[in-house]
């Protein structure tokens, strides 16, 4: 149980394009999920807190109209990186949860090269 | 201000036991420790969590002293799949989901040689 699905797995895209990635929890509904992106050879950032019907929570320095987040059901969140550029290369990896007492399950993570 | 300190990478063989220590001497009494890994290329995985008493699953075994300021995970038989980078986390659950931010500091690199 608890299975996390993220997609692409990955994604290579000229600059300036927008980039959508999904997250989507297979055999539990998430009140809440979360966003982190990592860097090679550094340990995972979060980026933002996505619950469902409501607006994500961004962390500080994080843009929240360069990485646009949607949660329209208990089961999917996406990220969507705008018009991105070779800073945004990244690993993207998300996480979902059911309940503040539950451990966290995350998702295999995207990985992003914009050339 | 990190709340867990652990050793940059250790090597163990395979087979053998594996025991991978953590510091926490400042975690409060409502705190969890909790473990994941990451393996190469993919997205960290749960292994255990605990808050005092020893716990134990089919992954590894959590082992927190009595005065929680550090734990031992444990996983039994290393194999070459155990190969990853594991995180030592606490963290005070709250009901509320979105409370629960993880903080992953720079882990422990093991590496489990034939």
């Known amino acids: 149980g608890a299975v996390v699905s993220q997609h692409p797995s990955r994604v290579i895209c000229k600059s300036g394009t927008s980039v959508k990635i999904e997250c989507r929890s297979l055999?539990?509904?998430?009140?809440?999920m979360f966003w982190y992106r990592q860097f090679p050879k550094q340990s995972l950032m979060l980026m933002a807190t996505s619950n469902e019907g409501s607006k994500a929570t961004y962390e500080q320095g994080v843009e929240k109209d360069k990485f646009l987040i949607n949660h329209a059901s208990l089961t999917l969140s996406t990220l969507t990186v705008t018009s991105a550029h070779p800073e945004d290369s990244s690993f993207y990896i998300c996480?979902?949860?059911?309940?503040?007492?539950?451990?966290?399950?995350f998702g295999d993570g995207t990985r992003l090269s914009i050339l | 201000d990190a709340k867990t300190t652990q050793p940059p990478s250790m090597d163990c063989a395979e087979g053998r036991a594996a025991n991978l220590p953590c510091n926490h001497s400042?975690?409060?009494?409502?705190?969890?420790v909790y473990w994941y890994r990451q393996i190469h290329s993919q997205g960290p995985q749960y292994i255990i969590h605990?808050?005092?008493n020893n716990e134990t699953n089919e992954m590894a075994s959590l082992i927190i002293t009595e005065d929680r300021k550090s734990s031992t995970l444990i996983l039994p038989h290393a194999t070459l799949r155990d190969t990853a980078v594991y995180y030592c986390?606490?963290?005070?659950?709250?009901?509320?989901?979105?409370?629960?931010?993880?903080?992953f500091g720079g882990g422990t690199r093991v590496l489990v040689k034939p």
């Open positions: 605990g808050l005092k």
């Open positions: 400042t975690i409060s009494g409502n705190e969890y």
């Open positions: 986390i606490v963290l005070a659950p709250m009901i509320k989901a979105a409370g629960n931010k993880l903080t």
């Open positions: 996480s979902a949860i059911v309940t503040g007492y539950q451990p966290q399950h």
């Open positions: 055999d539990f509904q998430a009140t809440t």
